[in-house]
């Protein structure tokens, strides 16, 4: 049985010419004081330049681009409010290479109480509890989480307000939800437009959100899948925003595609034959109602 080895040359971004290129004017830079918030994280907030995993051979110096100089306390601040630390102070020493940074993080916004008004189970989608800190993104993250759970579950005309009460004096949060969960959607009627060649039938074999059954976010992801694996379309948009009693139509807008042929190249080597490459041509939606021709040749 004939071994076939397919050799391949992966270009990884470590650039050794790299080092020969002019990089932008930055700062060498150093962060400490901090506790709750990682280096890291820190880094990340700033847009700090650290050394890729890829160049192991150079030394380990974080950076700040100068352009991001200006509003670094800005930037601090921004970040430490979003973690739920309203009173930390920063102070920031510059010289002509070097920022050093010295970060004093305070008493933290804490969750106090959280009250709830629902008539939908929410307690496990909560994320920030009583004692935790307060951190904006994870008040946000357990409003997107319920919102969510209720559509996966055809709940699509719920009432939900959630709110955050920051008191900064007594450093506490107070978090409010209230939800009624309103009945239950169906999926309506199927609206297609952009379509030139492909018959309407050949797309609403791939809709997966039938007409009059319970809505789910799920069954529009799988029907824009399907459409698009047709391989048929430059633009697949699935809109169903719209809601007139509980039912959601489903709006698909499709853009036929324009450069219809695709090429594929390839190259291998087999002991007993030797150099081996072969080419593909595929046309897309060749003859209309996206039938697709493909053309293979190896040599």
């Not at 010419?17 to 932008?24: D, G, H, I, P």
């Not at 110096?61 to 930037?75: A, G, M, Q, V, Y």
């Not at 629902?118 to 935790?132: F, Q, T």
């Amino acid at each position: 049985m004939p071994y076939i080895f397919i050799f391949f040359i992966l270009l990884l971004p470590i650039d050794f010419a790299q080092a020969k290129q002019e990089s932008l004017p930055s700062h060498n830079i150093t962060i400490e004081g901090q506790k709750h918030i990682s280096t890291d994280a820190l880094y990340h907030a700033l847009g700090v330049e650290t050394k890729s995993i890829f160049a192991f051979w150079k030394k380990d110096t974080p950076k700040i681009n100068d352009k991001l100089l200006p509003t670094l306390k800005e930037s601090l601040q921004n970040f430490y409010e979003s973690e739920g630390f309203y009173d930390a102070t920063f102070h920031i020493v510059k010289t002509n290479t070097t920022v050093d940074i010295h970060i004093k993080e305070n008493k933290p916004i804490r969750v106090s109480d959280i009250h709830k008004v629902n008539d939908y189970p929410i307690a496990s989608l909560i994320e920030l509890k009583k004692g935790d800190i307060f951190k904006a993104q994870k008040f946000i993250d357990t409003k997107n989480a319920i919102i969510e759970a209720l559509l996966d579950e055809g709940y699509c005309s719920y009432d939900l307000d959630t709110k955050a009460y920051v008191d900064l004096v007594k450093h506490q949060a107070n978090l409010k939800y209230r939800l009624k969960k309103g009945g239950i959607c169906s999926f309506g009627k199927t609206n297609i437009s952009g379509l030139k060649t492909i018959d309407e039938k050949v797309i609403l074999s791939r809709v997966r959100a039938k007409e009059g059954e319970r809505f789910n976010p799920k069954k529009v992801k799988e029907t824009y899948t399907d459409i698009y694996q047709l391989n048929s379309f430059d633009s697949v948009q699935i809109n169903v925003n719209r809601k007139f009693y509980n039912e959601v139509p489903v709006d698909i807008t499709l853009e036929e595609v324009k450069d219809a042929y695709h090429l594929e190249v390839g190259a291998g080597y087999d002991t007993y034959i030797g150099p081996r490459v072969h080419a593909s041509i595929v046309k897309k939606n060749a003859w209309g109602n996206a039938k697709e021709a493909k053309l293979k040749l190896s040599w």
